[in-house]
């Protein structure tokens, strides 16, 4: 068995979330099972450009595998000059996706720019299975309106039971929103003592995770980070992904916040 | 179980083993030693070849599988894998391999490796003439083997002694008996004789060890290191634990997928498609290096992460001393 | 698997290596530690020189052109194609209406057969390659002054040395094991005195480090000798026993005083004195010099400055001083040997003395006039003079200068064959195309920037239906009437010997594990390490005074800003190579443009961001990289890149002893691309 050899999806959905980011929907071709955690990701292949890793952003309770592509380089461009029907290589699912066995019942999330794409998987698998968590809330930031994701899901959320505070960094005319860092929307939020997800630029990261333990009286060890980094493999052997000791594909990529904060 | 082969029954042996597997040896090519495809060319045991064996387990190149494109799918061919005896690994070559074994076997496996690892035997051979560069025993590796092997080659004034290490060894001594005597309990003691003086020999060089190191690899000046080195990248590709790797697609609409190896010396390793750089000086990088070799593939494995051939020190374009770790400009 | 031991294919420095051949592809490669040169060393695209060999993108047919297409067709069809339209061009409009553009990538073998098929074959002279522009000056330059245009001694020599003056080299980029070399020679205390507008790496390692305008290094050179001059660190026995010509300098460079110069250049007094000082008063004193002293209109005058410093302070001859050109491609100084000149023979001998002798070895009538060089072909084909062209191993539309010309030029021509390993943006402007053997598939020698003539071994079977390119030429040379009967390149090389007295004891046997340093004369003849140590091929060395004059390009109002372009470490030349190099093509994946921080500041850009960077003759967007590397008022853009050619921006200004372009200064401007 080679573990380098993809499975093949099809995509058979592609939704514009902004103007350089589609969400799309996969389907395994040859009826492959594919079971995953929130927080995991996948190895994407465009044969002929390359492999690179991608977090899913769909919830395992739920159907369609779905990924959030952002164009950035040759291969994130490869797939979004992709169409409907078009087969990308799948491997995965890798990393070890967030703890939900560990975590507490009570979840503050927080995703600045592309990151929340990540998080979106974990906030979906709240919403279908909400009663096992408590106070549950949603803290995000884009650049400018046209740059978040997902709006036509904050409804939803809101209507499950989570608090969902939106923020921008550059307002515009039709904006009626917060306008300010994601730091600024926590205030509300009455989560104390709880288990954090986070995912974003490192001074997002370090402003929440401090705000977190000040004001909220979060553990550093509560506090869980997605961390991206340059990888090729996915399962721990080309030394691309390292953070410290930890391979950010099989320790991470999701790590407490005391393990990752003198790199961030 | 302990054999004596003959000096002039060595190349009858390999001629024998060449018929049903490729044989890999040490041989003199523009007058140095390199490992090759053994074609009954005279064999070369003076010198450690400076290119590493571990090449024969992780490819400088290697198809990882190739895809063929057809009405929208793909179909994906694999390539056979060959059998091997790879004769002449030096004891610390032999302690890179069991380091990389640990690596790749762990979970999740890497089945390219050790479908390669599998189909290999090794016929390993202890060092009776250390060089000046050789820190083996310093490291627990060396200059006598320590490690797995089938069979473990040793020269002695009247010939080979081989001792099988494995099941595979004993077969390859019990199928091909016409070639060996048994050994003297006079060749034995010759054996150790002659290691413990090599183990001497290497102990004389200079002093370094797993816990000096990581002392020096603290206080050494990263950034003046840095500012040194000249970005060869000698010391990640001849090192013979080094094993990162890059995976490139070659080839629209059909081609291949190919791993070769990759350095953690060059700024683009870590680099993100954002631009953003964890590792953004060649000092940090440098340190990196360092601290996978001696603390974490210890924290890993179990093993250092150093075999102590002193290969990176011969490579080094800036001539940095690899054990001092001081900015010699 | 097989190891095949051969010569690095990248730069001059001419590395040993061994190819790791397996299942008919090149699959790896180590350093040979007995190299008396690289000694178990290389360079990142050492390293990684063989990644390229087998990569999809390699020609493997020939293409002839029907019309706006390039299609595939068979030998015989291609080159039967260019027989005929050359022998067309020639009938009608003389043999002097076609040329030959040779490869500094190409073997010496090679080199000899193109320039025996343009003299022999087609009847011209007009025959060159990229020699015109890189290291013409040095030919000019230093065969007057020395009698001999090659480095004086060998790279490691300079491990010996006391103080090394390196003047616009890039070293430890462009040529590493030369850094190598260098930086032993620092370790054992020599004073390194590094002369670059940058702060390079190798001037960040420096003792001592000066900061020129481009354009200005007569100036501060003269100074030296008259700061030397005056301190008595004239070597005058050495003066008067082996040169002629001193007083007519002595002369010249006594009003190049530090404060008028530091006016001229930017270098502050103090420093220039501190510098000279260093130079002069070293017993074993080097100088090692590449682009930033050749590619200026006034390159010629550069480098005799250069020998007249090195001349006047007796540092030639002797292990561990001498001067150093570092030649680019690992085999130009091999082209230059061959005599891929048009007006030289292989052997620098003159066509106008050496025509007789050539017409007897060669059984042919040959052609008197000298011919034209690369950049005279560009205009003579731009013109309608030059009709008919034969490309080689090059890529004039990446590496000429102002390429909206040279784009001119090839179009205008009527007939353009071009061969290569790879398709270029001059293959693609080509009536034929012949796809070439890379340097891991033939056989032949190479010779390095230190004259070591190292054989190159074939280490697996062209690819497709690639043909060495002295095979191809081989079978030209014939289809032209000139009698080959070669079997292989070993005899060629026979032949190369039998005409070429500096190569007369070159033969594949002795060239064994350490090839052998040219001038070696007979068979019996060790090779010879350092040049002029008894005595110059000329007599005496010869002086020429040479005076500061200001670079033809000059900055203005609408061109504030002076542009100088080179290379980096990760990449060769046009990157033809090296950008299908994986991990060198992610180390440095597009053209960019270094610009000093207040320089950006001023114009509101910020690092990474796209801009545009123009000059009178064309413009280029890229990133911005800021740095202080770069002093205010300058940028520098690497030539690596095809879709930023940095030639759009360059002229065609030439010296005119050299003909070499002034590559280095181009006025320019930025704005943000947005």
């Known amino acids: 068995m080679n573990e380098y050899i993809p499975m093949q999806a099809e995509i058979v959905d592609i939704d514009v979330e902004s103007p350089n980011t589609y969400l799309i929907s996969l389907k395994l071709l040859d009826d492959m099972d594919f079971g995953y955690t929130p927080g995991q990701f996948v190895m994407v292949s465009v044969m002929g450009l390359g492999e690179c890793p991608i977090s899913i952003t769909s919830t395992p309770t739920r159907h369609m595998l779905q990924l959030c592509i952002r164009r950035a380089g040759r291969i994130t461009n490869g797939i979004m000059d992709s169409r409907i029907g078009d087969v990308l290589g799948i491997r995965g699912p890798y990393g070890n996706g967030f703890p939900l066995n560990e975590m507490k019942k009570d979840i503050l ?156 | 179980m302990k054999a004596l ?130 820190l083996c025993a310093h490291l627990g590796s060396g200059p006598e083997a320590k490690d797995e092997y089938d069979l473990l080659i040793t020269e002695i004034g009247s010939g080979y002694l081989v001792e099988a290490g494995s099941p595979a060894g004993i077969l390859m001594l019990s199928d091909h008996s016409e070639f060996f005597l048994n050994a003297t309990e006079a060749q034995l003691m010759e054996k150790d004789q002659l290691m413990k003086q090599a183990e001497e020999v290497v102990k004389s060089h200079s002093d370094v060890s797993l816990q000096k190191m990581r002392d020096t690899i603290k206080m050494a000046d990263w950034e003046s290191l840095g500012r040194e080195c000249l970005s060869c990248g000698g010391c990640t590709f001849i090192c013979p634990v080094c094993h990162c790797f890059n995976i490139v697609d070659l080839g629209v609409p059909d081609g291949e997928r190919v791993r070769c190896k990759d350095t953690c010396i060059l700024s683009g390793f870590s680099r993100m498609t954002s631009g953003t750089n964890p590792r953004r000086t060649q000092g940090e990088r440098m340190h990196n290096w360092y601290l996978d070799k001696f603390e974490y593939i210890p924290q890993k494995t179990g093993l250092p992460g150093c075999v102590g051939c002193g290969r990176c020190g011969r490579v080094c374009l800036a001539e940095i001393d690899r054990w001092k770790l001081e900015a010699v400009r | 698997m097989e190891k095949i031991h051969t010569t690095c294919v990248y730069c001059g420095c001419g590395c040993g290596l061994f190819l790791h051949v397996e299942g008919g592809k090149v699959v790896g490669v180590s350093p040979s530690s007995s190299h008396p040169m690289s000694q178990g060393r290389l360079c990142i695209k050492g390293w990684l020189g063989a990644e390229f060999v087998n990569h999809p993108d390699r020609l493997k047919t020939p293409l002839v052109r029907r019309g706006e297409r390039l299609l595939k067709a068979g030998w015989e069809e291609a080159l039967s194609t260019i027989t005929t339209k050359f022998k067309e061009i020639r009938d009608s409009h003389g043999p002097d209406s076609l040329g030959i553009l040779t490869s500094a990538k190409g073997t010496n073998e090679e080199n000899y057969l193109l320039m025996k098929l343009a003299r022999a074959g087609l009847g011209t002279n007009n025959v060159d390659h990229v020699a015109r522009l890189c290291h013409a000056p040095t030919l000019a330059g ?64 420096a003792d001592i480090r000066l900061s020129p305008r481009p354009g200005t290094d007569i100036a501060w050179i003269n100074c030296f000798l008259n700061l030397l001059i005056q301190e008595g660190l004239m070597d005058e026995d050495f003066i008067s026993k082996r040169t002629t010509g001193f007083d007519e300098v002595r002369e010249a460079v006594s009003k190049y005083t530090p404060k008028a110069v530091e006016e001229i250049t930017g270098i502050p007094a ?64 091999g082209a230059c040997d061959m005599g891929a000149l048009p007006d030289l023979y292989s052997g620098y001998q003159r066509v106008a003395q050496a025509r007789q002798k050539f017409e007897q070895a060669w059984l042919k009538p040959l052609p008197e006039k000298t011919g034209l060089t690369a950049l005279e072909m560009m205009a003579a084909a731009e013109e309608g003079n030059v009709k008919g062209l034969l490309v080689v191993g090059e890529n004039p539309m990446i590496s000429y200068p102002d390429t909206k010309k040279i784009k001119q030029a090839l179009l205008s021509l009527e007939f353009l064959a071009v061969c290569d390993i790879f398709p270029t943006e001059t293959t693609e402007l080509a009536d034929v195309v012949l796809p070439a053997a890379s340097f891991a598939e033939k056989d032949g020698t190479f010779t390095s920037t230190e004259r070591r003539v190292q054989l ?65 004369p007979s068979r019996d003849h060790p090779g010879t390490g350092i040049l002029h140590a008894e005595k110059f091929s000329i007599g005496l060395a010869k002086f020429r005074s040479v005076e500061h004059r200001e670079p033809i390009e000059s900055t203005d109002e609408h061109y504030p800003l002076l542009l100088t372009t080179g290379r980096s470490l990760y990449h060769f030349h046009t990157g033809t190579m090296t950008r299908r190099t994986s991990l060198l093509d992610r180390e440095i994946p597009g053209p960019y443009v270094e610009m000093n921080p207040e320089d950006a500041k001023k114009l509101g850009v910020r690092s990474d961001q796209k801009v545009v960077v123009e000059s009178r003759r064309g413009q280029l967007c890229m990133d911005a990289k800021l740095t202080t590397d770069v002093p205010k008022g300058t940028l520098f853009v690497p030539f690596h890149f095809n879709e930023a050619c940095a030639n759009v921006l360059t002229g065609q200004a030439v010296d005119p002893q050299s003909k070499i372009p002034e590559l280095k200064v181009t006025a320019a401007r930025v704005r943000r691309a947005d």
Not at chain 2, 28 to 57: I, K, M, R, S, Y
Request: net charge negative; proline share 6%.
């Open chain 3, 142 to 205: 230093l065969s007057y002054s020395f009698g001999s245009g090659a480095m004086t001694n060998p790279i490691s020599s300079l491990a010996k040395s006391d103080a090394i003056l390196i003047v616009g080299s890039n070293t430890t980029e462009q040529h590493p094991l030369v850094a190598f070399h260098i930086l032993r020679g620092k370790a054992r205390g020599a004073k390194i005195i590094v002369v670059d507008p940058r702060i390079t790496q190798i001037a960040d390692l």
């Open chain 3, 456 to 520: 190159v071994r074939r280490a697996l079977p062209p690819c497709g239906e690639c043909r060495p390119e002295w095979e191809i030429i081989s079978d030209l040379l014939s289809r032209f009437d000139v009698p080959t009967d070669y079997t292989s390149p070993a005899d060629v090389m026979e032949e190369i010997a039998s005409v070429t007295p500096i190569y007369g004891g070159v033969i594949y046997d002795r060239l064994g594990t350490d090839g052998l340093q040219w001038p070696c």
């Open chain 2, 5 to 134: 082969l003959p000096r002039d029954k060595l190349l009858p042996f390999l001629t024998e083993m060449s018929h049903k597997l490729e044989v890999v040896a040490p041989v003199l090519a523009n007058e140095e030693e390199v490992f090759c495809t053994w074609t009954g060319q005279p064999l070369a045991f003076d010198e450690n070849p400076l290119n590493p064996p571990t090449e024969f387990l992780i490819p400088h190149r290697e198809t990882l599988f190739r895809y063929v494109q057809e009405s929208g799918r793909y179909t994906f061919e694999e390539e056979p894998q060959k059998s091997r005896l790879v004769l002449g690994i030096r004891p610390c070559d032999l302690r890179a391999v069991a380091v990389l074994d640990r690596i790749f076997g762990a979970y999740p496996r890497d089945s390219h490796y050790l479908h390669r690892r599998r189909s290999t035997l090794i016929a390993a051979m202890n060092c009776t003439r250390p060089k000046e560069s050789c």
């Open chain 1, 109 to 264: 999330i927080a995703g600045g720019g592309s990151g929340f794409a990540t998080l979106r998987s974990l906030i979906n698998y709240i919403v279908d299975r909400r009663i096992e968590f408590g106070k549950v809330a949603v803290a995000y930031g884009a650049r400018t309106r046209q740059d978040l994701y997902f709006m036509q899901e904050y409804k939803g959320w809101q209507q499950a039971g989570i608090d969902v505070g939106i923020t921008v960094d550059i307002g515009d005319e039709s904006w009626k929103g917060n306008i300010g860092l994601v730091t600024s929307l926590m205030d509300k939020f009455e989560i104390y003592g709880g288990s954090a997800a986070i995912c974003g630029p490192p001074v997002m990261i370090n402003a929440v995770a401090a705000k977190l333990m000040k004001e909220k009286s979060f553990d550093h060890s509560d506090i869980y980070v997605s961390m991206e980094r340059h990888m090729k493999c996915g399962v721990g052997k080309c030394e691309h992904c390292m953070i410290g000791p930890y391979h950010a594909c099989q320790e991470g990529p999701v790590f407490t916040y005391d393990k990752v904060k003198t790199v961030l």
């Open chain 3, 270 to 333: 103090q420093r220039l004195t501190e510098a000279a000082i260093a130079y002069g008063s070293a017993d074993r004193a080097a100088i090692v010099y590449a682009m930033g002293i050749t590619q200026h209109t006034t390159g010629t005058d550069n480098v005799q400055a250069l020998a007249n410093l090195a001349l006047a302070t007796g540092n030639v001859g002797r292990e561990g001083t001498g001067v150093y050109p570092l030649r680019g491609h690992q085999n130009v100084q």
